[in-house]
């Protein structure tokens, strides 16, 4: 039985076996990242960003503009209401307003006259408007050893609680933070701004592929 052999003819082109294009598979990890990268970093800026404009708004700006006070517990004795590193937010009332159950902040009538936040347990509203009171922490076994004059025609009502945001006040605080921010934020916001503006567009990325 005779098998016949093709017979390439002089001059002819070799034929290469089908392979996969080194081009499109080498890179295409790293354009993955890359594109990632693109896409998360500048949400990640914006997020950032965003966190310390309304941290800015409310710690600095709004008690000058609505009249609130804000000031982070550092103690457990308003637990679980309000745990240490929780930053409350208290509105002013008229004394004559106050009633048991109320929270309050209050300067203390003992020591170096710091700042409490507790509930109020009594009211004593005398007839030339003044008022005393005492009040208890909600964690504390007993009632606060003292009664306390409230000075002046209004008094700080708790409204609402911020939970943890203390912790974080008192980290930008510290000096070493204090002076990454105040260099890192301009060169944050810069970048930000540089990957709006040079981010890629879907069809200059279509192009390269």
Same mark, same amino acid.
């Given at each position: 039985?005779?098998?016949?052999?093709?017979?390439?003819?002089?001059?002819?082109?070799?034929?290469?076996?089908?392979?996969?294009?080194?081009?499109?598979?080498?890179?295409?990890?790293?354009?993955?990242?890359?594109?990632?990268?693109?896409?998360?970093?500048?949400?990640?800026?914006?997020?950032?960003?965003?966190?310390?404009?309304?941290?800015?708004?409310?710690?600095?700006?709004?008690?000058?503009?609505?009249?609130?006070?804000?000031?982070?517990?550092?103690?457990?004795?308003?637990?679980?209401?309000?745990?240490?590193?929780?930053?409350?937010?208290?509105?002013?009332?008229?004394?004559?307003?106050?009633?048991?159950?109320?929270?309050?902040?209050?300067?203390?009538?003992?020591?170096?006259?710091?700042?409490?936040?507790?509930?109020?347990?009594?009211?004593?509203?005398?007839?030339?408007?003044?008022?005393?009171?005492?009040?208890?922490?909600?964690?504390?076994?007993?009632?606060?050893?003292?009664?306390?004059? !409230?000075?002046?025609?209004?008094?700080?009502?708790?409204?609402?609680?911020?939970?943890?945001?203390?912790?974080?006040?008192?980290?930008?605080?510290?000096?070493?933070?204090?002076?990454?921010?105040?260099?890192?934020?301009?060169? !944050?916001?810069?970048?930000?701004? !540089? !990957?709006?503006?040079?981010?890629?567009?879907?069809?200059?990325?279509?192009?390269?592929?």
């Amino acid at each position: 039985m005779t098998t016949a052999l093709p017979v390439r003819a002089a001059g002819a082109a070799v034929r290469l076996p089908l392979g996969e294009d080194a081009r499109s598979t080498a890179g295409r990890p790293a354009d993955r990242v890359r594109r990632t990268v693109g896409r998360t970093a500048p949400w990640l800026v914006r997020g950032v960003m965003g966190v310390a404009v309304l941290a800015f708004a409310v710690l600095a700006v709004g008690p000058h503009v609505l009249g609130y006070r804000t000031m982070t517990m550092l103690t457990a004795s308003m637990a679980p209401e309000i745990e240490p590193g929780d930053i409350t937010i208290a509105t002013p009332i008229d004394v004559t307003e106050l009633t048991e159950g109320m929270v309050i902040t209050y300067h203390m009538p003992v020591g170096d006259r710091s700042l409490v936040t507790h509930r109020v347990v009594s009211v004593d509203l005398a007839a030339d408007g003044s008022a005393t009171v005492q009040t208890k922490g909600d964690a504390n076994e007993a009632v606060d050893p003292w009664t306390a004059g !409230l000075e002046g025609d209004t008094v700080y009502q708790v409204r609402a609680v911020i939970p943890e945001f203390g912790h974080l006040v008192q980290l930008v605080r510290t000096p070493v933070v204090s002076q990454v921010l105040l260099y890192g934020a301009p060169a !944050l916001l810069a970048g930000w701004l !540089l !990957l709006t503006i040079w981010r890629p567009t879907p069809e200059t990325e279509e192009d390269q592929a």
